[in-house]
């Protein structure tokens, strides 16, 4: 089986779509920056023109032991190799340009957002970087690591009472709180509510799948990604359905009683109104404690230090591999298991083994 490579074949058709400006597509819009397309020679200006584009991709990798289907091309797409750590990244630069450009950051007003972690994360740092304060609201069950991330990249944080937060990925009184303060405060305060803004599917219509699709040279027949606001899955399909309308899209689910931070399955979705059924072919309800055992399976097997949302799509695509038999597939990797450290602990214990003198 040959290498994915990279062409430009569809470049023209990519410009048409929208994914691919007129220009250079790896110039983030709103930045003074004037890039080489080069990677190899290219020193970035500022952090922004680190994120993802058609032109400067989040990586593509073969999985090889955990798949024993040759006819099958299994492959993952790693997006905590983004500059502010996962996937969120692409929606909140989307949503932060787009205040912005509307004029309504800045002069004291700055950020309220309700988060699991991720998109908080880079949401922060990113209006701190352009001199922007940021309120986070989580609930207290997400992991110790992404509390104090969110701190290290200058969030204010309100945590939520378990009681009063009783979805584990994100609980709707979180989402209240943050729209209480955008209401109570709007001269400080606005909201982007990833979890309603069409910039959040628009990010991936724009940027991820149309990653996906050059990176496969249109190959690719299968697409898996989880659930939480919707907006990775949903921009992911709506682009992949103009190039390939026979392509299948896979979501996967936790079963209910999950602690896994940032996702959601059905029964936890009316909170977000960005979620369209007709987009995805098939949702598969997967043991959540196989989160973290397939995450620590990505990273001995595949050297892949993947976190368990990424497990719970690897074990989703491993099962449809074995009803579909061939096809090429691309999993959505989130981010990293190194904000789950503590979680992992928490679902296999014996990993705490030998670690204290």
């Not at 062409?7 to 410009?15: G, Q, V, Y």
């Not at 073969?62 to 790693?78: M, S, V, Y």
């Not at 097997?301 to 799509?313: C, F, M, N, Q, V």
């Amino acid at each position: 089986m040959q290498d994915v490579t990279l062409h430009t074949d569809t470049d023209e058709n990519l410009a048409e779509s929208g994914a691919l400006p007129e220009k250079d597509a790896s110039h983030v819009p709103g930045t003074d920056s004037a890039p080489s397309s080069d990677l190899s020679r290219r020193v970035f200006n500022t952090v922004f023109d680190m994120l993802p584009s058609v032109e400067n991709p989040s990586p593509l990798v073969r999985i090889k032991r955990l798949n024993e289907t040759k006819e099958f091309e299994l492959l993952a797409k790693l997006e905590w190799f983004n500059p502010f750590g996962s996937v969120k990244d692409r929606a909140a630069w989307a949503m932060l340009r787009d205040l912005e450009l509307r004029g309504e950051l800045g002069q004291g007003r700055g950020l309220v957002e309700p988060t699991s972690g991720n998109t908080g994360i880079s949401l922060a740092a990113m209006a701190q970087v352009r001199g922007l304060h940021m309120r986070a609201v989580v609930p207290n069950k997400i992991p110790l690591e992404k509390k104090v991330l969110l701190k290290i990249v200058g969030a204010e944080l309100d945590v939520m009472n378990d009681a009063l937060c009783p979805a584990p990925g994100l609980g709707d009184s979180s989402i209240n709180l943050a729209k209480t303060y955008a209401k109570a405060s709007p001269n400080r305060y606005v909201m982007p509510n990833q979890y309603e803004n069409s910039k959040n599917v628009e990010a991936h219509f724009q940027t991820t799948g149309p990653e996906i699709w050059r990176q496969t040279e249109g190959r690719v027949t299968h697409v898996f990604a989880s659930l939480g606001t919707c907006g990775t899955v949903m921009g992911v399909s709506k682009f992949l359905r103009t190039k390939k309308p026979e392509i299948k899209v896979i979501a996967v689910q936790p079963t209910e009683g999950h602690d896994v931070p940032g996702l959601r399955n059905l029964s936890q979705l009316d909170v977000s109104k960005l979620f369209d059924r007709a987009l995805v072919d098939d949702i598969l309800e997967i043991n959540y404690e196989l989160a973290y055992r397939r995450a620590l399976d990505l990273c001995r097997a595949e050297g892949l230090l993947a976190g368990p949302s990424s497990g719970l799509i690897l074990e989703g695509a491993l099962q449809i591999i074995a009803r579909d038999k061939v096809g090429c597939g691309v999993m959505i990797f989130p981010d990293n298991i190194f904000k789950y450290v503590s979680s992992m602990v928490k679902h296999l214990p014996e990993l705490s083994s030998g670690t204290e003198g």
